[in-house]
């Protein structure tokens, strides 16, 4: 049993901020890599960032200078901060996980049920 909740999304204008946050909860043992994903209508989901448990970053190509993903290991929480939001920011974005429920067992990919961000004036 985890779970990932997401909050912050929202309805902004162009060129604002939003602060997405992604808890995971639930029979943790560990967890690992953490990231964000978006959808927008008519098309596939992509990546948008991903962070390690150590900190290191993979940001993707369009969105490059205005997100910065975060991660508080404590409290198995990440963040992503969006400034300068664009129309085609807008889509669904999901919180990535990978998630060790027990010492004996794998770690297993979880997706939270995804927060609307809506970029219009």
């Known amino acids: 049993q985890v779970q990932l909740v997401e909050s912050g999304g929202g309805l902004v204008q162009p060129g604002g901020s939003l602060r997405l946050s992604c808890a995971a909860s639930?029979?943790?043992?560990?967890?690992?890599?953490m990231g964000w994903y978006r959808q927008a209508p008519g098309n596939q989901r992509e990546l948008v960032a991903t962070i390690t448990t150590a900190g290191s970053t993979l940001y993707a190509n369009s969105i490059t200078g205005r997100f910065t993903i975060s991660r508080d290991n404590a409290n198995n929480t990440v963040y992503l901060e969006m400034n300068n939001l664009k129309p085609d920011d807008t889509a669904v974005y999901y919180c990535?996980?990978?998630?060790?429920?027990?010492?004996?067992?794998?770690?297993?990919?979880?997706w939270g049920q995804g927060t609307q961000v809506t970029v219009s004036s």
């Open positions: 639930g029979n943790i043992f560990g967890v690992y890599t």
């Open positions: 990535n996980a990978d998630v060790r429920t027990s010492w004996r067992l794998n770690a297993v990919n979880y």
